[in-house]
């Protein structure tokens, strides 16, 4: 009995069984989308890996202190014969006698593979890196599965990402097309049904733009989507000899409402607070271990930070047991503020020794604070974080040499631009931790396309009017 399924085949039960995205290729593949050939492989094909005798023994064997002798032994463990067969039937029923490449799609992670003994290496691979995470973390190993993706992977000329729903509008009117190049991207906005361009833009280096009739039928693409799936999703697309093939595809999860193509993420004190604005929140943030569990909990699809002001360790035990017990992957730590390099690495190496560590289901972010740290960010990211968090009112008293409330100057600006560039060149994420609205500062971030705004949920409504002014003045401008 095959427990692999190809893309059409994978029933009502799909997302229980094989995770969101093979049910939704499923969907799309059986209602005779041009989807690229795969299968998936489901939680119980993990279930079989871990059920292997030599696995069970070593799964009541782990040591926080000796953590090295656990992948040590790992990595001796195999892919189990029956499944290992199975793999490779469904892998010779896409390539036929001669190898092809196949994406390998898992927790949101993307690798490839070039022939069935690669695929075969890096999904034990894979396998045995999860397991030692789930141990890391105190996990479950037989409640925390990894269903996989593989499916076709061929070379095209003409290849993006279409969003059902233009980020850009929120609106359910538009969707946006974007086309990869090799040093940078074009983002076209059709009306769906009408096909009618509403604007392009451009991001890094592009050569000349690709013909709008070329493109054309992913915005009648993008409603056929949703007509299946609902709203909003992210799905790449290839066109080879006119011919699209769909491949990743995402769930889109828009706020409410959105004005601004800025994401707003509020910081808020409770829960009730979080309630009470959440329909229009992309993200929160709070300073309380617990708070941040119990949210990052409720909305498990938005992200939730923890601001640590320092290492409290009351704040750190309830945040590493929380995220433990509950198995959170939304939830992430923004690190104390510290003066210098040498500072950020010792609160690291600090987090390593209280189990708290980064990796792909936990991000670190920088607290900019200090003026010092701008000037040398490039130095900060290098010790290893995912992005910054650009602290307006910590900033605007160090530059202007001050501990009371200021109203921040233009060295602001300069922060902003130079954050922008490092984090560009360092390819991490951009926060910014806002107070009272300014459109000064609003219009900035707006141009600098910064990920997300952090504003005091009781400052929502006057940052969102001024955004919306924003944004209107930036798409003016394109």
């Known amino acids: 009995m095959n427990s692999l399924s190809f893309f059409n085949d994978l029933g009502l039960d799909g997302e229980s069984s094989f995770g969101e995205e093979a049910a939704a290729l499923g969907k799309l593949s059986s209602a005779s989308f041009p989807v690229a050939p795969g299968f998936a492989l489901p939680n119980a094909a993990y279930g079989e890996f871990l059920g292997q005798k030599a696995a069970r023994s070593l799964i009541g064997s782990y040591d926080p202190q000796n953590p090295g002798l656990f992948t040590a032994a790992t990595s001796s463990l195999i892919l189990p014969s029956r499944l290992s067969l199975e793999l490779e039937g469904f892998y010779r029923s896409l390539s036929g006698p001669r190898d092809i490449q196949v994406s390998v799609r898992f927790d949101g992670r993307e690798e490839r593979a070039g022939n069935f003994s690669e695929l075969k290496s890096l999904l034990k691979q894979l396998w045995i890196t999860h397991l030692g995470e789930v141990a890391e973390r105190g996990g479950s190993f037989y409640q925390e599965p990894l269903p996989v993706v593989v499916q076709q992977d061929t070379y095209a000329p003409l290849k993006g990402t279409l969003f059902t729903v233009a980020p850009e509008f929120g609106g359910a009117d538009f969707c946006l097309v974007e086309v990869s190049h090799p040093s940078g991207k074009e983002r076209l906005v059709f009306e769906k049904g009408t096909n009618d361009l509403v604007k392009r833009t451009t ?129 992430h730590l923004v690190l104390p503020p510290v003066r210098t390099v040498d500072g950020l690495r010792e609160v690291k190496r600090y987090l390593s020794g209280e189990k708290i560590q980064r990796g792909p289901a936990l991000k670190f972010y920088f607290r900019a604070s200090y003026p010092g740290n701008i000037v040398l960010l490039d130095q900060f990211l290098a010790v290893g974080v995912d992005g910054v968090v650009l602290d307006e009112e910590a900033l605007a008293k160090g530059f202007l040499g001050t501990t009371q409330a200021v109203e921040p100057d233009e060295s602001l600006l300069f922060a902003i631009k130079e954050t922008r560039k490092a984090v560009q060149a360092a390819k991490a994420e951009f926060l910014y931790l806002g107070g009272r609205a300014r459109s000064w500062i609003l219009f900035e971030l707006v141009r600098s396309e910064i990920a997300a705004l952090i504003v005091p949920a009781s400052h929502e409504k006057e940052h969102r009017q001024v955004l919306a002014e924003a944004e209107v003045e930036r798409l003016a401008q394109k």
Not at 231 to 252: D, H, M, N, S
Not at 285 to 308: D, K, M, S
Not at 309 to 316: G, I, V
Request: net charge neutral; with cysteine.
């Open 203 to 331: 991001v890094g280096m592009v050569g000349e733009p690709t013909p709008v009739k070329e493109l054309i039928d992913l915005a009648t693409w993008a409603a056929k989507i949703e007509q299946v799936l609902g709203p909003a999703w992210q799905v790449t697309w290839k066109q080879y000899r006119g011919e699209v093939a769909f491949e990743q595809v995402k769930k889109l999860y828009l706020p409410s409402r959105r004005v601004s193509s800025l994401g707003v993420w509020l910081k808020v004190s409770s829960l009730s607070e979080a309630v009470q604005h959440q329909q229009d929140a992309a993200g929160f943030t709070c300073e309380e271990g617990e708070l941040a569990v119990n949210l990052a909990t409720q909305y498990p699809n938005r992200p939730v930070l923890l601001l640590l002001e320092a290492t409290d360790f009351n704040e750190l035990d309830k945040f590493r047991s929380g995220r433990h017990r509950q198995g959170l992957k939304n939830l």
